[in-house]
């Protein structure tokens, strides 16, 4: 699949997200559970989320090995932490992205197409990054993903 990668200036969105810290082996099998989490905080927290889209945010380490992960809803509004359930945002930032219209387990090539139009660009990334899911279309359940890359500020 091609991507087309562009630049785009973000504005920061409020977010509930449960963050944990694992490696990228462990995480297929850990991200639902903390979704799971702040869908059943937002469910007993009415108003808080209208029509947010799941997302996940991602603080990758130097060695790649461990990664900082915040998976969670976009929401109207910061609140009190209740749980691990916590306020959070997706950044204002200047970012790389695409669209991942493939499957789900495919999105590393979207990841990969950002990279590689960075490296070609001569762009620095900060090593932040973030998804966030479209809605399924309800006919076949397909979702489109937006990929995003906290492009550095220029000459870090």
């Known amino acids: 699949m091609a991507y087309e990668v562009t630049i785009e200036r973000t504005a920061e969105c409020p977010t509930a997200v449960v963050k944990a810290s694992t490696t990228w082996r462990d995480f297929p099998a850990l991200w639902p559970?903390?979704?799971?989490?702040?869908?059943?905080?937002?469910?007993?927290?009415?108003?808080?989320?209208?029509?947010?889209?799941?997302?996940?945010?991602?603080?990758?380490?130097?060695?790649?090995?461990?990664?900082?992960?915040?998976?969670?809803?976009?929401?109207?509004?910061?609140?009190?932490?209740?749980?691990?359930?916590?306020?959070?945002?997706?950044?204002?930032?200047?970012?790389?992205?695409?669209?991942?219209?493939?499957?789900?387990?495919?999105?590393?090539?979207?990841?990969?197409?950002?990279?590689a139009w960075s490296s070609a660009q001569r762009r620095k990334l900060t090593g932040v990054s973030w998804e966030i899911y479209g809605d399924p279309d309800p006919q076949t359940g397909h979702f489109d993903v937006a990929v995003y890359w906290q492009l550095a500020l220029a000459g870090r």
């Open 33 to 115: 559970k903390l979704l799971d989490e702040v869908w059943a905080f937002l469910g007993a927290t009415p108003g808080l989320r209208t029509d947010g889209h799941n997302v996940m945010l991602y603080r990758r380490d130097i060695r790649e090995v461990e990664v900082a992960v915040e998976v969670g809803v976009q929401v109207t509004e910061s609140f009190l932490a209740t749980g691990r359930v916590v306020p959070s945002t997706l950044p204002a930032a200047e970012a790389a992205t695409t669209v991942h219209t493939g499957t789900p387990q495919e999105i590393g090539a979207a990841h990969s197409a950002v990279l």
